[in-house]
């Protein structure tokens, strides 16, 4: 079964920073694509972060973080990391990786290509 781990959340005080991380595992042919979502209660999910399998890999990020906020990928690990600094209160959020990844169909045995979903971490930028 494939699946996304996340870790890294917690509470921190405005100005400071946290790592989140992001490991997919199961039956992975390939990852095409990770990056992190956040959403609060009541409000939409929204992009944070993304980043390509490419070579060096092509980031993209939000607006409200560019210079903040760092997106990483380690390939070897199936892993992408989210460095958090300056962190503001307005960041506080249940951050979700999300991964576009190549698998093996249980059920017919052949790849498909998936947008898969982590649980969730919270992250609290309070004083």
């Known amino acids: 079964q494939v699946q996304l781990v996340e870790s890294g959340g917690g509470l921190v005080q405005p100005g400071g920073s946290l790592r989140l991380s992001c490991a997919a595992s199961?039956?992975?042919?390939?990852?095409?694509?990770m990056g992190w979502y956040r959403q609060n209660a009541g409000a939409q999910r929204e992009l944070v972060a993304t980043?390509?399998?490419?070579?060096?890999?092509?980031?993209r990020y939000a607006d409200s973080v560019k210079g903040r906020f760092t997106i990483s990928r380690d390939n070897a690990k199936n892993t992408v990391y989210l460095q958090m600094n300056s962190l503001k209160p307005e960041d506080t959020a249940v951050y979700y990786c999300n991964a576009l990844m190549t698998t093996i169909s249980r059920l017919t045995g052949r790849p498909r290509q998936d947008v898969f979903w982590g649980q969730g971490t919270q992250v609290t930028v309070s004083a």
């Open positions: 980043i390509t399998s490419t070579s060096g890999g092509t980031t």
């Open positions: 199961g039956s992975i042919v390939s990852i095409n694509a």
